[in-house]
C-alpha cells in the first residue's frame, strides 16, 4: 500500500469514530490497516480507512510501527490520542498505553480477536492483557480469574448453552525456560474456572 506523507497534518475534528478506533488501539495495543479497515470502516475500501489513519498519524492521535515479522506497520495510540482518551476511562491503576513488543502484540491480539473483530457473538466478552497490565483488579469483571500470579495475553467469555466457558490466550514467539512453562501450568491448574488455555507458539 502506498505511503502517506509523514507531514503535520493541522488540527482535525475527532469523530466518534476515531474516539473507538483510539479507544480499541489502547486495549489491543497494535493493529493492522486492514483489522481497523474492517471493524470500523465496513463500507468503504481499506485504502479509505488508511487515508483516515494516515490523517490521524499526521496529527499526532496515532502512529504507524514497522514490525519486523509478519514484515509490515501496524498501527498503535499515540500520546496526543492517549490524552484525548483517558478522560473516558476507568481509572487506571497503572498510567499509559505503549506496547513493549509490538510484533508480539499484534499477533497476540490477531489470535485472541478471530472472527470477533466483528463478529462477536451474543454475551461474548473479551478482556486483553492491557486491561488485566492496568485495570485495578477490583474494577476486573466478575468473569475474569481474580489473580495477579500470572497475566496471560487476555481472556475471553462465550456460552455454550447455559454454560459459560473462559478461555486465556498465550503467545510464545521465543522459546521460554521449562521453570516458566512449569510456573503458567500451576496457575492454570489452581484456575478451575479456565475451561481452555489456547497457545500461539
Given at each position: 500500500?502506498?505511503?502517506?506523507?509523514?507531514?503535520?497534518?493541522?488540527?482535525?475534528?475527532?469523530?466518534?469514530?476515531?474516539?473507538?478506533?483510539?479507544?480499541?488501539?489502547?486495549?489491543?495495543?497494535?493493529?493492522?490497516?486492514?483489522?481497523?479497515?474492517?471493524?470500523?470502516?465496513?463500507?468503504?475500501?481499506?485504502?479509505?480507512?488508511?487515508?483516515?489513519?494516515?490523517?490521524?498519524?499526521?496529527?499526532?492521535?496515532?502512529?504507524?510501527?514497522?514490525?519486523?515479522?509478519?514484515?509490515?506497520?501496524?498501527?498503535?495510540?499515540a500520546p496526543r490520542g492517549y490524552r484525548i482518551i483517558k478522560p473516558r476511562m476507568v481509572e487506571l491503576a497503572k498510567d499509559?498505553?505503549?506496547?513493549?513488543?509490538?510484533?508480539?502484540?499484534?499477533?497476540?491480539?490477531?489470535?485472541?480477536?478471530?472472527?470477533?473483530?466483528?463478529?462477536?457473538?451474543?454475551?461474548?466478552?473479551?478482556?486483553?492483557?492491557?486491561?488485566?497490565?492496568?485495570?485495578?483488579?477490583?474494577?476486573?469483571?466478575?468473569?475474569?480469574?481474580?489473580?495477579?500470579?500470572?497475566?496471560?495475553?487476555?481472556?475471553?467469555?462465550?456460552?455454550?448453552?447455559?454454560?459459560?466457558?473462559?478461555?486465556?490466550?498465550?503467545?510464545?514467539?521465543?522459546?521460554?525456560?521449562?521453570?516458566?512453562?512449569?510456573?503458567?501450568?500451576?496457575?492454570?491448574?489452581?484456575?478451575?474456572?479456565?475451561?481452555f488455555v489456547f497457545w500461539l507458539v
Open positions: 500500500m502506498a505511503m502517506l506523507s509523514k507531514k503535520t497534518f493541522p488540527h482535525r475534528v475527532i469523530t466518534e469514530r476515531d474516539y473507538l478506533i483510539f479507544k480499541m488501539l489502547w486495549k489491543w495495543k497494535a493493529l493492522s490497516t486492514q483489522a481497523i479497515a474492517l471493524k470500523f470502516f465496513p463500507n468503504a475500501t481499506p485504502y479509505a480507512a488508511y487515508i483516515r489513519l494516515g490523517r490521524l498519524e499526521g496529527s499526532g492521535y496515532i502512529q504507524s510501527i514497522q514490525v519486523e515479522r509478519p514484515g509490515f506497520e501496524v498501527w498503535t495510540l499509559g498505553f505503549k506496547s513493549e513488543f509490538y510484533c508480539h502484540d499484534y499477533l497476540a491480539t490477531a489470535f485472541h480477536l478471530g472472527e470477533w473483530l466483528t463478529g462477536q457473538p451474543d454475551g461474548g466478552e473479551t478482556f486483553s492483557e492491557q486491561q488485566l497490565l492496568r485495570i485495578p483488579e477490583d474494577l476486573w469483571p466478575a468473569w475474569i480469574p481474580q489473580s495477579t500470579l500470572h497475566r496471560p495475553d487476555g481472556y475471553s467469555l462465550f456460552h455454550r448453552g447455559e454454560k459459560k466457558s473462559i478461555v486465556a490466550f498465550e503467545t510464545e514467539l521465543n522459546p521460554k525456560s521449562r521453570c516458566r512453562y512449569e510456573r503458567h501450568v500451576a496457575f492454570y491448574d489452581s484456575q478451575e474456572s479456565i475451561e
